[in-house]
C-alpha cells in the first residue's frame, strides 16, 4: 500500500474489539451514521441480505448477552445492532456478505471514537432466540451482534486472549510464482 493509503491501512490495523463500555449515551445521529457506512457495503450481486435492527432497551440487552459463549458485553454496550441476514435472498454469500457490513459497521464506529465488539448467537438455538426478542421472521435470521459505545477501561488482569497478530510470512504463501 502506497503513502495515499497509509491512513487507511492505520485505521484498519487500529481497530480492536472492546467489551469494556461507558454508560455514556450514543447519540442517534451517530448510530446513523455508523449504519449508513454499513448500507454501503458491497454485496454479491448487490443483493444486500441484511437488516440492521437497533437494541437500547437494556432488559433485552441482557438477554441478549446470555445467548452466546462470548456475549455478555452486549449487556454493557449502550447500543446493540443485531445484523438480521436473509439466506434466501443473499444464497450462499449471505453470511460473508453479513461479515462484510458487520466490519465496515465496526470501522465506522472506530472512526467515530466509538468502541465495538462482535458477537455469534450460537448453537443454531440461540440464534433463533435472538431473532425471537427482536421480532425477526423467517426468511431472516439473526447470528451477530455488534456491541457499540465510548470505550471504558479494561478491567485490572490478564486477558485470556491472545493479543498481537501473526506476520504476514506465517500467513502467506505463493503459489505459482
Known sequence: MGQA???????VASLRATRWFADTPVPARDVM???EAARW????RNRQPWRFLVVQDLGLRKRLSLLGGYAAHLAAAPVVVLLAVDHLTGGEDAEFDGGRAAQSLMLAAHGLGLASCPASFFPASNAE???RLAGVEAPWKVRT?????YPAPAP????AIPSGRLP???LVRWIGS
Open 168 to 170: 504476514l510470512d506465517r
Open 41 to 44: 457495503t458491497g454485496s454479491a
Open 156 to 159: 485490572r488482569g490478564r486477558s
Open 5 to 11: 493509503g497509509e491512513p487507511l491501512r492505520a485505521e
Open 33 to 35: 451514521r455508523v449504519l
Open 129 to 131: 432466540q435472538a431473532g
Open 145 to 149: 451482534a455488534i456491541s457499540l459505545g
